[in-house]
């Protein structure tokens, strides 16, 4: 199986800033994806991220609101940019192994 | 474009089968039957999967129909832990690298 952290678990932010979230995988692995999960919904993708190339987006979704690394293959980063009220969400990782999707703890993030 | 249909809600009496349906009437051919679970405020959990034959591991069943539109998961013998959110997913594209698409799931609450 995969092991996936995430940080923070759970922030406050204020309008208008950023805040980057941390994804970490106890094993290599190819793409990695980032869910958002609005209060009371179900999960909706917001990029795929494969190592080397530029994240896949998409629609409704665009990089200068949600830019996303992948330096390596156990890593990865989601900033939530410009932050508004409506972005208070779940937001979550998400991995392949064993030919099944494993997912992160998740960030729970409130903006004010 | 969520392309699975469940009910919204559902009870189990404790220790009874939990049945939980879930319509994917535009299903393609190559493209398999996801079911997670997420407990308040965690992860969604894996559950089972398949294609086109019924699975069983040792948390649950999966019925699927002959012609693929419709699903059924069973929990054999429901506990109080059980109680959670329910997601039947397909999986677009082919084989096990496709984008999950998540439905609304299903909110079962197992009773004492």
Same mark, same amino acid.
């Given at each position: 199986?995969?092991?996936?952290?995430?940080?923070?678990?759970?922030?406050?932010?204020?309008?208008?800033?950023? !805040?980057?979230i941390q994804c970490q995988v106890d094993s290599q692995v190819t793409m990695m994806f980032w869910y958002r999960q609005q209060p009371g919904q179900s999960l909706t993708l917001i990029a795929t991220a494969?190592?080397?190339?530029?994240?896949?987006?998409e629609s409704g979704f665009v990089i200068d609101k949600f830019p996303i690394s992948r330096p390596n293959l156990t890593f990865s980063t989601l900033t939530v940019s410009n932050m508004s009220p409506e972005d208070s969400s779940i937001y979550l990782c998400s991995v392949e192994a064993l030919n099944r999707p494993f997912f992160g703890?998740?960030?729970? !993030?409130?903006?004010l | 474009d969520a392309k699975t249909t469940q009910p919204p809600s559902m009870d189990c009496a404790e220790g009874r089968a939990?049945? !939980?349906?879930?319509?994917?009437?535009?299903?393609?051919?190559?493209?398999?039957?996801?079911?997670?679970?997420?407990?308040?405020?965690?992860?969604?959990?894996y559950i089972i999967h398949g294609l086109k034959n019924n699975e069983t591991n040792e948390m649950a069943s999966l019925i699927i129909t002959e012609d693929r539109k419709s699903s059924t998961l069973i929990l054999p013998h429901a506990t109080l832990r059980d109680t959670a959110v329910y997601y039947c997913i397909v999986r677009v594209g082919s084989g096990n690298t496709g984008k999950l698409i998540f439905g609304q799931g299903t909110t079962l609450q197992v009773k004492p």
């Open positions: 199986s995969a092991v996936i952290s995430q940080k923070p678990s759970r922030d406050i932010c204020q309008r208008g800033t950023s !805040l980057t494969n190592q080397g190339s530029e994240a896949t987006y703890p998740g960030t729970r !993030l409130t903006v | 939990a049945n !939980l349906p879930c319509n994917h009437s535009t299903i393609s051919g190559n493209e398999y039957v996801y079911w997670y679970r997420q407990i308040h405020s965690q992860g969604p959990q």
